[in-house]
Nanobody, 121 residues
Framework: DVQLQASGGGLVQAGGSLRLSCAAS????????MGWFRQAPGKGREWVST????????FYTDSVKGRFAISRDNAKNTLYLQMNSLKPEDTAVYYC??????????????WGQGTEVTVSS
């Protein structure tokens, strides 16, 4: 199977931490940049972070800079998102995705099923 499986979501209090994982199978994991996206209730999909193939370059949306850290372990075919100092506005379903080399339909061409993160006050 060619798939991404996101996991690690849950319910946490504001100020807490959570680490999301994204396990890839059926792909050559190390040759694509990977990203995290999120969709809050009633809102559109938002880009959160991207990491290059060898982890040399990372990018974050302004709202999570200094709090979230994206990483990857190519030997384990796994992408991570460490989330610290969580805020209620971080509540969303988080998706991992593979960045395409050539854009046919979308910049990201393979998506995980999502894992839900809820941050309470």
């Amino acid at each position: 199977d060619v798939q991404l499986q996101a996991s690690g979501g849950g319910l946490v209090q504001a100020g807490g931490s959570l680490r999301l994982s994204c396990a890839a199978s059926g792909v050559i994991f190390g040759i694509n940049s990977m990203g995290w996206f999120r969709q809050a209730p009633g809102k559109g999909r938002e880009w959160v972070s991207t990491i290059s193939t060898g982890s040399s370059n990372t990018f974050y949306t302004d709202s999570v800079k200094g709090r979230f850290a994206i990483s990857r372990d190519n030997a384990k075919n796994t992408l991570y998102l460490q989330m610290n100092s969580l805020k209620p506005e971080d509540t969303a379903v988080y998706y991992c995705a593979r960045r395409a080399h050539i854009i046919v339909s979308s910049e990201y061409d393979l998506w995980g099923q999502g894992t839900e993160v809820t941050v309470s006050s």
